[in-house]
C-alpha cells in the first residue's frame, strides 16, 4: 500500500501535466507535512519555483493546479494561501479507510519491495583473543537493525562478521604463549578469555621492545601461513575460544551472523596483487607495492599511497578489504555493499573503493556504501572507560550492568505497588528491558553522531527511551487483559471512527510508518525508527488519557480497540527492526 505522501504526489504529478504539459509531470513537488496544524496536514510549494519558468504569479500557478487536482477522495478542497502555497486536509474518511486496511494486514500496509536484491553488510567485527568492548557495540547494533530493516523490506541479506583472525598478532600471541602457557596451545580452553587477552597485551610489549622476540613472531606467522600443523592447531584453539566468548554476548544481544574472518580471505590476496600489477595499476613505493588514486594524500600533501603489499611480501587490511570487495560482488553476487564502521575508518575505505573502482571490480549496478559512526563517551564527556584500571569497558560488563540496575529499578516499582512477582518474571523483565534500553540509547541518536552513556538516561521511565516505549505497549495489553479482550479476534467488520483530535492525531500517525521504514531502507538512519516511535508513544499515551477505551459505548469501544491494537502491533515491528522484544507486562 502507497503511503499517503506517495499517493498526493502521484495526483499532483497528474496535475502537473493536465496544467502545464507532460514535460512537467517530473516537477520538484516540494510537498511536505505542514509545520503547523493550523495549515492543514501537508503542504505543496512548487508554485512558487514556477513562477519564474512560466512566466506568471504563484498564485495563478497554484491555481492552475488546483483546478486539475483530483484528490477530492483523501483530502478537503485544497486551500492557496500567501503567495501561492497549497495547503491540503485530510479527510477523516480517507483517514478511516487506511486505518481500516492496515490493521487487516500483517505487515500493516507496508508492501515489501518490487526491486529485492542481494546486500551484503560488514558488521561487529571484533578480534580474535580480544574481549569485545563498548566500541563493539555501536557497529553491531547499528548494522543489526539495519539487517532487519532491509529484511523485512524483502531483500535478501548476508550478514558478514569480518573478525580479526589472521595475522601479526598471532605469530606474537603463540610465541609468547610456546614461552610462558604452552598448555593454551594444545588444550581447549586452558586459559579465560580474560587472561588470554592479558598475555596478548603482555605478547604486544615483548613484540614491541626485543627484537629476537619480534623475529620469532613472525617466524610463527610464515609457519601458520605455510600450515604448520602445531601452529595451525594453536590458531584453531584461539579462535574457537574467542568465539564462544563472542557468541555469549551475541546470544544476549539476539545478533545472527555468518563468520567471514580474515583468514577466509588469505587464499585470495595473491589474485588481488596479480591482477592489480595486470591492470599496471601497482607501483612500487619504499619497497612497497601500491595503488595511487587521485584525490587522497597525506597532511602534507603529498599523494597517499594506498598500500596492499609491504616490503616483506606480507599483505594488510588494505588488501583483504579488496579481496572482501571481490568476493561479495563475484561470489555472493550482492549488488549493494554496506560497511558498519567507526568514523575513523572512512578514509580508509574510501580509499579502498576507490581502488576497487579503477581496477573495475565494482560494475555500474553495484553500490558500495561505508555507514559510519561516532564515539560513546562517558557522562565526563571522555572516551568511556572503567573507574579503576582505566581500561575501555568490556561489553559484557556495561551489558550485566544495565540489567542489573533495571533489576533494582524494578524492585522498587513493585514494592511501592505492593505487586508479588516470581524470580522469573523479574529476571526476565530485567534483562529485556536492560538490554533493550541500552540498544536503544545507541540507536537512538544519529549514528554519525557522538553520543554520551548514561545508565540514567536510558533506563529512564520519561523520555525518549526504551522504557518508555515498552509501558507503551504494555498499556495496551494491560487493556487487553482488563477488559478480557483478544486483540487476535477483533471485530474486522466494526468500523472505525475518528472524532477527537487526539484519535486523529494518532491515526495519521500509524499511516507514517511506511515512509519512514523506506527512508531507512535508503539512508541506512535507524533513528528514524526511534523517533517515530517515540512520537507514536506519546501521541498514544495522550490518546490513552483523553479518550476513554473500555467505557466507551459501541460503536465507539470497537474503533478505539482497532487504534490500540494498530498501535502495539505497530511498536512490536518498530522495536523488532531495532531489535529489541516487547513484554505482555512490567
Not at 208 to 216: A, G, L, N, Q, S
Not at 364 to 372: A, C, L, Q, S
Request: charged share 25%; hydrophobic share 40%.
Amino acid at each position: 500500500m502507497n503511503s499517503i505522501a506517495q499517493q498526493l504526489k502521484t495526483r499532483f504529478a497528474k496535475a502537473f501535466t493536465s496544467a502545464f504539459g507532460e514535460s512537467y509531470a517530473d516537477t520538484d513537488l516540494m510537498l511536505a507535512p505542514a509545520n503547523n496544524p493550523n495549515f492543514g496536514d501537508f503542504q505543496c510549494n512548487a508554485a512558487m519555483s514556477l513562477g519564474k519558468k512560466l512566466g506568471k504569479p504563484p498564485r495563478a500557478i497554484a491555481s492552475a493546479i488546483v483546478e486539475n487536482l483530483d484528490i477530492a477522495d483523501i483530502c478537503e478542497t485544497p486551500e492557496i494561501a500567501g503567495p501561492g502555497f497549497i495547503n491540503l486536509k485530510l479527510k477523516p474518511a480517507y483517514l478511516e479507510a487506511q486505518i481500516r486496511a492496515i490493521a487487516a494486514d500483517t505487515r500493516l500496509g507496508i508492501s515489501p519491495t518490487q526491486t529485492p536484491q542481494r546486500i551484503a553488510i560488514d558488521f561487529s567485527s571484533p578480534n580474535i583473543a580480544k574481549e569485545m568492548h563498548v566500541g563493539h557495540l555501536r557497529s553491531t547494533i547499528i548494522g543489526d537493525a539495519i539487517a532487519r530493516t532491509l529484511e523485512f523490506q524483502g531483500h535478501d541479506v548476508i550478514r558478514i562478521n569480518h573478525i580479526g583472525d589472521w595475522g601479526t598478532q598471532f605469530g606474537m600471541l603463540i610465541a609468547y604463549l610456546r614461552e610462558v602457557y604452552p598448555e593454551a596451545l594444545t588444550t581447549a580452553d586452558a586459559l579465560d578469555l580474560g587472561d588470554l587477552v592479558a598475555f596478548y597485551r603482555q605478547a604486544k610489549q615483548r613484540f614491541d621492545t626485543d627484537e629476537t622476540f619480534k623475529e620469532t613472531a613472525r617466524q610463527e606467522v610464515v609457519k601458520l601461513q605455510a600450515g604448520a600443523e602445531d601452529t595451525r592447531r594453536a590458531w584453531k584453539l584461539l579462535c574457537a575460544q574467542s568465539r564462544r566468548e563472542f557468541q555469549v554476548i551475541y546470544d544476549l544481544l539476539d545478533i545472527k551472523l555468518t563468520e567471514r574472518g580474515e583468514s577466509f580471505y588469505n587464499p585470495l590476496l595473491p589474485a588481488v596483487v596479480e591482477d592489480l600489477t595486470e591492470l599496471g595499476l601497482l607501483v612500487e613505493s619504499d619497497g612497497a607495492k601500491c595503488v595511487f588514486v587521485d584525490g587522497f594524500t597525506n597532511k602534507e600533501g603529498e599523494p597517499l599511497p594506498l598500500i596492499v603489499q609491504k616490503t616483506d611480501g606480507g599483505y594488510n587490511y588494505a588488501t583483504t578489504d579488496l579481496a572482501a570487495v571481490r568476493y561479495r560482488i563475484k561470489e555472493d553476487g550482492a549488488k549493494r555493499l554496506i560497511y558498519v564502521t567507526d568514523s575513523g575508518q572512512a578514509n580508509h575505505f574510501a580509499q579502498v573503493f576507490a581502488v576497487a573502482r579503477k581496477a573495475g571490480w565494482i560494475p555500474e549496478d553495484v553500490e558500495i556504501v561505508h555507514v559510519p559512526f561516532g564515539l560513546v563517551s562517558g557522562e565526563d564527556g571522555k572516551r568511556l572507560k572503567t573507574r579503576g584500571s582505566g581500561d575501555i569497558v568490556r561489553l559484557q560488563d556495561l551489558l550485566d550492568e544495565a540489567i542489573v540496575r533495571f533489576r533494582s529499578i524494578l524492585d522498587g516499582i513493585l514494592a511501592k505497588e505492593e505487586r508479588e512477582e516470581t524470580a522469573e518474571f523479574k529476571n526476565r523483565v530485567a534483562q529485556v528491558v536492560g538490554i533493550s534500553a541500552v540498544k536503544y540509547a545507541d540507536l537512538s541518536h544519529n549514528r554519525i553522531s557522538n553520543y554520551m552513556f548514561s545508565y540514567d538516561q536510558m533506563l529512564a521511565p520519561l523520555g525518549n527511551t526504551a522504557p518508555y516505549l515498552l509501558y507503551a505497549y504494555v498499556r495496551v495489553r494491560g487493556i487487553g487483559r482488563k477488559g478480557g479482550i483478544d486483540f487476535n479476534n477483533l471485530d474486522a467488520s466494526a468500523p472505525v471512527i475518528l472524532q477527537s483530535d487526539a484519535e486523529l492525531v494518532l491515526a495519521k500517525h500509524l499511516l507514517q510508518l511506511s515512509e519512514v521504514i523506506n527512508a531507512v531502507e535508503g539512508d541506512l538512519l535507524p533513528n528514524r525508527i526511534c523517533q517515530y516511535l517515540f512520537e507514536l508513544s506519546q501521541k498514544y499515551n495522550q490518546f490513552f488519557e483523553q479518550c476513554p477505551v473500555l467505557k466507551a459505548e459501541e460503536p465507539l469501544r470497537s474503533s478505539r480497540l482497532v487504534l490500540c491494537d494498530l498501535t502495539a502491533r505497530t511498536l512490536k515491528l518498530g522495536l523488532g527492526l531495532l531489535g529489541i522484544q516487547v513484554l505482555e507486562r512490567m
